[in-house]
């Protein structure tokens, strides 16, 4: 079977990872969290006391950048892939609200978005990817043979969005949840560097009213088209 680039973008806590994983793992493909990528790097500028507040060290960032490695690799504790900088695994600390605040003052920076997509298109060469984030099938892969974006309502985020920290242990109220959701909308498709914009070819989600299954079907369906194989023979699987 060909083996192709799948493209998922959207809105923050749309569901993007939990499809993009399950197609991987269906496919066989190799699943990328560009996301995440920008997480280590907000992660780095905190500890390394390059952003705080609502501050940053621009020029400071931007020298740091070199020295910043970025990567994946499989966690044998938890069965899944980790987010690795600079040979540390930040996987738990890239996910929290901390991050999340920060993350927006990096992801606009020219010079954070040209090493993150050079890397990002290294990663996805061979094809067989399965890459979700906000310039994956415009910026990274506007070739991509599939490509999805994502949407559902700002409540219905938040309240996924919520449980998932809850059940992770965070501490967090569903009002800060709900509004850093609406923040970060704002920043992604405000920012002048890559803002998130539908690719003209993209298949639009609304995953308001869907469940997990009839999206993954839905989304499955259109890649095996793209494939170009019957979806009688998929179902067969
Ligand atoms: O998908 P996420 O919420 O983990 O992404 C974290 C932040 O990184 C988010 O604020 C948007 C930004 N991002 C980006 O600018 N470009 C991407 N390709 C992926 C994420």
Do not use: W
Not at 225 to 230: R, V
């Amino acid at each position: 079977m060909r083996r192709v680039t799948i493209a998922i973008d959207g809105f923050s806590s749309c569901g993007k990872s939990t499809l993009a994983k399950e197609l991987a793992h269906r496919l066989g493909y190799t699943y990328i969290d560009s996301g995440a990528m920008y997480r280590a790097v907000a992660l780095f500028a905190m500890e390394s006391g390059l952003v705080k507040d609502h501050y940053m060290d621009l020029q400071g960032l931007v020298d740091a950048l070199d020295g910043i490695r970025i990567g994946f690799q499989h966690d044998d504790t938890t069965g899944r892939s980790a987010t690795f900088l600079n040979g540390r695994n930040v996987e738990g600390s890239i996910r929290g609200m901390e991050v999340s605040r920060h993350v927006t003052l990096v992801s606009p920076v020219p010079e954070v978005r040209a090493k993150l997509v050079e890397l990002q298109r290294a990663m996805g060469r061979e094809g067989g990817v399965v890459m979700d984030g906000r310039d994956i099938g415009t910026v990274v892969f506007p070739h991509a043979e599939v490509k999805f974006f994502m949407t559902a309502s700002p409540e219905i985020r938040a309240q996924r969005r919520y449980l998932e920290l809850v059940a992770k242990g965070v501490q967090v109220d569903l009002a800060a949840v709900r509004e850093n959701i609406i923040q970060r909308d704002e920043d992604d498709t405000k920012r002048k560097t890559s803002p998130l914009v539908q690719a003209p070819d993209a298949i639009v989600i609304d995953n308001s009213e869907l469940t997990a299954e009839e999206q993954f079907d839905l989304a499955l369906g259109h890649v095996m088209k793209a494939i170009g194989e019957p979806e009688e023979v998929q179902a067969r699987r």
